[in-house]
């Protein structure tokens, strides 16, 4: 019963579209520099919701198309469907959705792959969590326990830590740099703003790196276990086995091979066919 309960769940698609949203503009956007006159704020809101409005249906139909083939048992053109509506947005949700669809024909390591994709936009997202690792578990495959900073550091995507630092960077140059402009001395309260962002600056780095080190470079995609070699060619002395949807961590490329250390620690050369980066 709890192996049929956990299949049903591992089936159950999500029935949204993450398309993009447009929020207010919080700058004044200059074209003195293009020797263009500017436009009012609210002509450019107008433009930008105007192509927000073309492309988001495309995005919608596609996605909606996918969900009503799933639904039909039409695997193929689910599959189809929800490739289409990657190319037009990259969402959590429609990864998550090919990545079923893709297991249900049977295609359990690309599977695997779709889920890690969706995992890197929406780290937190517990069902991607848990489908993940029930077909890791189906592979032969099982995740090693994380420690308390690699949790903390995948609290939030690559893009929004690059935003933190950023944001905390200028705030200390803005800091430093306006009281040497205006001639006069930091009052407390950007004492105080200087100091938080810069512990943020410096909690964005260091998630950034435990991510940039820590997180698989791709994912084997062969349907089979495939050969390591010691040397960049086929004939080339085994080093080891990579097993199908294996995590691994990118070393060296070289033509068509890639030196790869898999997540059992086993390190050799890799065909690129056989290997997906994320």
């Not at 105080?192 to 994912?219: D, R």
Request: hydrophobic share 45%; charged share 15%.
């Amino acid at each position: 019963r709890d192996f049929e309960s956990t299949m049903n769940f591992l089936t159950q698609i999500v029935h949204f579209a993450e398309v993009p949203y447009l929020g207010k503009l919080g700058s004044h956007i200059s074209l003195l520099r293009l020797g263009l006159r500017p436009l009012p704020l609210r002509c450019i809101h107008l433009c930008l919701l105007f192509l927000s409005a073309l492309l988001s249906p495309i995005h919608a139909d596609d996605f909606q198309s996918g969900l009503d083939a799933y639904h039909e048992s039409k695997y193929a053109e689910a599959i189809a469907a929800f490739d289409r509506s990657l190319e037009s947005s990259e969402s959590a949700a429609t990864h998550h959705n090919l990545a079923l669809s893709l297991y249900q024909q049977g295609q359990a390591t690309d599977a695997v792959w779709q889920l890690e994709r969706a995992l890197r936009l929406a780290p937190l997202n517990k069902t991607y969590i848990f489908k993940l690792g029930s077909i890791r578990q189906i592979l032969g495959l099982y995740d090693t326990p994380t420690t308390w900073w690699q949790s903390a550091a995948n609290i939030l995507t690559k893009s929004t830590w690059i935003w933190v630092a950023s944001i905390g960077f200028w705030i200390v140059i803005a800091v430093l740099a306006l009281p040497l402009i205006g001639g006069f001395q930091r009052p407390i309260f950007l004492k105080l703003s200087s100091g938080i962002a810069a512990a943020c600056l410096l909690l964005a780095v260091a998630a950034l790196t435990i991510q940039i080190t820590q997180q698989p470079s791709g994912i084997v995609i062969s349907n089979e276990a495939v050969n390591l070699h010691h040397a960049p060619a086929s004939a080339a002395p085994e080093a080891g086995v990579a097993r199908p949807g294996e995590r691994a961590y990118i070393i060296d490329q070289h033509n068509d091979f890639l030196k790869v250390e898999t997540e059992a620690e086993i390190t050799g050369w890799i065909q690129i066919d056989a290997f997906r980066k994320l």
